[in-house]
């Protein structure tokens, strides 16, 4: 009785009793069998009994197999149950519409026993493999339901963010006389491995990793993943050692053999405070992280104070940035290049300041690294351009003349490949010729994109504008780059000038790059001079060109033209601008 119960229903459709014969004899050792003659029988017997499968005819007296099937799938009750269309030979068009209303499948009169139970037994088993996966993903989500519950990370079973808060505070609280450490770890570009291996390569890095990180904290605390690759760890400050840690998680990378190298970077908080809520201490500890993210050389950074002031001043700058500049915060101040001989300033470098409404002045070594890393110089760079021009033209109008300005440009610059129309297009607006304008570009900027900035310099050239080669000596210039490159101007690191007078090795390599310069046809500037003595030094080698405080400091726009109108008129802006 008991086996009886348990087997699944079948119902059987057709008027002709034959037919129902031969089906149930193939059936009804695996099905408890049911018959209906017509298809409103078929209906009721479906109302009052649980069926599993319905064989049913499509050409019946009363109501045919597709009114049948349409009511059947019409009705979220019985929608699910699977149909086997019985058909005859010669039912292609109703064969078609039967699949197109949702029957499962269909078998042909006369039956052949072997294919009727094969295409029975596959429609079942595809229901129950359907069944399966529904029941599983129920279960996935009653899972991950109660894994929330009680705190924990489903995949690592380490504890989830929340308990980790609670959980650490705790745990600092209760043993108030022991200093705790806070870390933050995170992969560097984790989503390179998930894009090129798959999600369960993903899945074994994160599980091994918060393998490795359990094992590591043992007993003496507690740890986490916060979520996605982020992991945290609550444990004594003095049994904290982080190269220990980083090796460990190295090594257990090491070992999974993955086509991308797995680098772990971390950022430490030293707790002071022990009520501060652990979501802020774990925000400290990952701005620490974020000082050494991709560094090759450092791991991991410890928190500290100055960290946050300058965390706080970054974000500061990136939010009031845009407004900013569309409130002409930003302003140039004009440095002048003094030439000892001609005795005049014979041109002069725009420095970018940033006023600020409430905290003054901001120099530019605060913002424009910032800009450089967000692309945002781009911007700058050209809203510094056009006041130049804008100055330029002036100066022209007061002065009856104008004395050439270099302007500085960012490596982000050249990948606009409208570069030169941009400066050209000033050009046109404020009624200027190329030689005015003098553009700066420091030499690490040369090695990013060698080929691409070369091309873009000589038509910068071709079309009468000249290059120098900003902070030379401060990176990695090579004489080759002398040589091929269309710079015109040299301006020589102030790193050098500084210590010209204290080191005999300074000052002759000093007057070799000034001698070399001149016999290639480059002229030199030399910038940041501050005494007598370097000035002297700098004219008996023969470099007259000098920029730096000595001279004078970057003066704002008004009194940099009241300089330039005190000053003698000679050189090239006097033969140059005669046409004006
Ligand atoms: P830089 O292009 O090498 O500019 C020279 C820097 O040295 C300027 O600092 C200038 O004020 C300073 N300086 C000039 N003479 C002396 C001196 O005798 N002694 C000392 N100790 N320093 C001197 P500043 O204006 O703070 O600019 C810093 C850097 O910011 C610049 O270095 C440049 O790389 C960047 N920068 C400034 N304005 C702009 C801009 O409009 N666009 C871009 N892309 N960068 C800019
Ligand atoms: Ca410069
Ligand atoms: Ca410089």
């Known amino acids: ?108 009169k006369p039956y052949h026993p072997t294919i009727v139970r094969c295409r029975v037994r596959n429609v079942m088993a595809r229901l129950e493999n359907e069944w399966r996966k529904i029941e599983q993903a129920e279960q996935k989500v009653q899972f991950l339901e109660l894994s929330r519950k009680i705190g924990e990370d489903p995949l690592t079973h380490l504890y989830n963010r929340e308990k980790f808060c609670t959980a650490a505070a705790e745990l600092m609280q209760k043993n108030s006389d022991v200093k705790y450490a806070i870390v933050y770890l995170d992969i560097s570009h984790f989503k390179v491995v998930n894009d090129l291996c798959d999600i369960e390569t993903g899945n074994l890095v994160l599980k091994t990793a918060g393998a490795c990180f359990a094992h590591y904290t043992k007993d003496r605390g507690i740890c986490a993943r916060l979520e996605a690759d982020h992991f945290a760890i609550c444990m004594p400050l003095d049994e904290l050692k982080m190269d220990e840690l980083i090796s460990a998680v190295d090594e257990d990378m090491q070992m999974l053999v993955l086509p991308h190298t797995i680098l772990f970077y971390a950022g430490v908080l030293p707790v002071e405070n022990v009520f501060l809520p652990v979501d802020q201490m774990c925000d400290r500890a990952h701005m620490a992280l974020s000082t050494v993210k991709d560094n090759y050389r450092k791991r991991y950074a410890f928190y500290d104070d100055k960290m946050r002031e300058r965390m706080m001043d970054e974000q500061m700058i990136l939010r009031e940035m845009e407004y900013a500049i569309e409130q002409k915060q930003f302003t140039i101040y004009l440095q002048p290049i003094y030439s000892t001989v001609k005795q005049c300033d014979t041109s002069a470098e725009a420095l970018v300041r940033w006023t ?102 000589k038509r910068f050239q071709e079309a009468g ?116």
Not at 1 to 15: F, G, N, S, T
Not at 387 to 399: F, I, P, T, Y
């Open 1 to 108: 009785m008991e086996k009886k119960a348990k087997r699944p229903c079948m119902l059987i459709v057709d008027d002709v009793e034959i037919n129902r014969t031969i089906l149930e004899e193939y059936f009804k050792d695996d099905y408890e069998i049911l018959h209906a003659e017509d298809g409103q029988q078929a209906l009721d017997v479906i109302e009052e009994n649980n069926i599993d499968i319905i064989l049913l005819d499509l050409v019946m007296p009363v109501m045919d197999g597709i009114e049948v099937l349409t009511r059947l799938k019409q009705n979220s009750r019985f929608a699910s149950i699977p149909v086997v269309a019985t058909t005859a030979r010669n039912e292609v068009e109703s064969e078609a519409k039967m699949m197109e209303l949702g029957a499962a499948d269909f078998i042909t």
């Open 356 to 457: 600020h409404p409430t905290e003054g002045m901001i120099s530019p070594d605060r913002f424009i690294p910032l800009f450089e890393r967000n692309g945002f110089i781009v911007r700058l760079d050209h809203y510094v351009w056009e006041e130049v021009c804008r100055l330029l033209a002036d100066e022209r109008a007061k002065l009856g003349r104008v004395v050439p300005v270099s302007v500085n440009v960012s490596r982000l610059d050249f990948y606009d490949e409208n570069l030169l129309d941009f400066f050209l297009g000033l050009m046109k607006k404020y009624d200027l010729e190329p030689w005015m304008i003098k553009l700066e570009v420091t030499e690490s900027a040369y090695t990013d994109n060698p080929q691409q900035i070369m091309k873009t310099m």
């Open 465 to 580: 504008f000249k290059f120098l080669m900003d902070d030379f000596g401060s990176g990695y210039s090579s004489l080759s780059m002398l040589r091929n490159l269309p710079v015109n101007i040299l301006k020589i690191d102030m790193k050098f000038v500084q210590e010209i007078v204290t080191s005999y090795r300074a000052a002759k390599i000093m007057e070799h790059i000034v001698q070399l310069a001149h016999d290639i046809k480059m002229d030199v500037v030399i910038e940041g001079v501050e005494t007598k003595e370097q000035v002297e030094f700098l004219q008996d080698i023969g470099c007259d060109e000098i920029q730096g405080y000595y001279f004078s400091r970057p003066l704002p726009r008004d009194e940099y033209l009241e300089r330039l109108a005190e000053s003698p008129i000679v050189g090239e802006s006097m033969e140059l601008s005669e046409g004006w």
